[in-house]
């Protein structure tokens, strides 16, 4: 009789086997998580940081663009043809404008954050104002319309030759330039956007324009006039911070609240290039100049703007991040946002050499 040996069957783990494929399986899971944790670390601080970079870029493109174009007034330079002088602007009454092309005001303290926009700041922009500097603007905007007949101050209107570009409309505000002197008046009446008709643009009756008449002998033009103004304010929504535009044509047009540009810009600051010592109508910085320090707006060339723009998501910042803003700025107790400073300086395009 044959001895057959046949072979154990299986009958299970041992628990060392056990144990070790279980080790084995955390520190397989553990390197997944910790890949899987930093790349969505990593994924999240990218998008921050380009959402930052976005917002920081878009708020100085915004400002410096109408930087660049304040104080035009329809002519190639702040130098009267007539006078070889400024040109003076007129502002017809009830409007109350800022005499200045650039103006800026700032608050009565940085931090803690003011309760209260600067006090000779006009349009007031409480209780939306958060804090920092604000920046006002007086900017012609749109192509000029040649006027082809005097100006009747008699009855208040002048004609130009055609409305169906520039489409004047009762409530808007216009600037009547023609290299010698400007005036701004608020437009009450239009006779026709018809292309290719003269209009006449109604502006009050006896209302003085200043300068030399703008006859059509000077080549008057009609173009459209604006007060931007530029401020850090509250999301009523949010509570959260955002670069502000405020204008004085949305206002004219019935949306007098102010446009949000950019969302979690915290803070602005901004410093004028003041020509300290002009000899001509040519300017150039000397130095820069918070508002407070500013003597004359007539000498500002330049601006230079800083806006502290904050990311969206918390935890990507380290805690207390510190930053160059004004001195230094350090983040919020508590609030692992990025941020991030962005600076630009935009010369005034009508002033400098």
């Known amino acids: 009789m044959s001895d057959r040996r046949y072979p154990r069957s299986q009958l299970g783990l041992t628990l060392i086997e056990l144990m070790i494929s279980i080790a084995i399986g955390l520190v397989v899971v553990g390197a997944v998580s910790y890949l899987y944790l930093g790349s969505r670390g990593a994924y999240r601080g990218n998008e921050s940081l380009a959402r930052i970079q976005e917002a920081g870029r878009f708020a100085l ?72 500097d604000v920046l006002q603007l007086q900017i012609a905007s749109g192509a000029p319309v040649r006027v082809v007949n005097n100006p009747d101050t008699t009855n208040g209107r002048v004609t130009i030759a055609d409305n169906s570009v520039a489409l004047f409309g009762a409530g808007d505000y216009a600037l009547l330039g023609d290299c010698s002197a400007a005036t701004v008046f608020k437009v009450l009446s ?22 030399d008449g703008f006859t059509i002998d000077n080549r008057a033009t009609l173009q459209h006039f604006d007060q931007i103004t530029y ?13 502000y535009r405020y204008s004085l044509q949305d206002a004219s047009a019935g949306r007098p609240t102010p446009e949000e540009l950019v969302e979690n810009i915290e803070d602005m600051d901004v410093v004028y290039g003041v020509d300290t010592s002009p000899g001509d109508n040519v300017l150039s910085a000397d130095e820069f100049d918070h508002a407070d320090l500013v003597g004359a707006w007539a000498n500002v060339a330049s601006v230079r703007v800083s806006v502290l723009a904050a990311g969206d998501q918390q935890g990507v910042g380290s805690q207390g991040q510190t930053l160059p803003f004004r001195g230094t700025t350090t983040a919020p107790a508590g609030d692992t946002r990025l941020r991030q400073v962005f600076t630009a300086t935009a010369a005034v395009r009508d002033r400098v050499k």
């Open 190 to 211: 239009a006779s026709t956007t018809t292309s290719g008709a003269a209009a006449t643009i109604g502006f009050g009756a006896g209302a003085s324009l200043g300068g």
């Open 61 to 132: 493109d915004s400002i410096t663009r109408d930087i660049r174009r304040s104080g035009a007034l329809g002519c190639g330079s702040r130098v009267s043809v007539a006078t070889g002088g400024p040109i003076t602007v007129t502002v017809v009454p009830p409007l109350a404008l800022a005499a200045e092309a650039i103006q800026g005001f700032k608050p009565a303290n940085y931090t803690p954050l003011p309760t209260a926009p600067p006090s000779a700041l006009n349009p007031t922009i409480a209780p939306m104002y958060w804090g920092g």
């Open 231 to 243: 401020f850090v304010g509250k999301v009523p929504s949010t509570g959260r911070s955002a670069l």
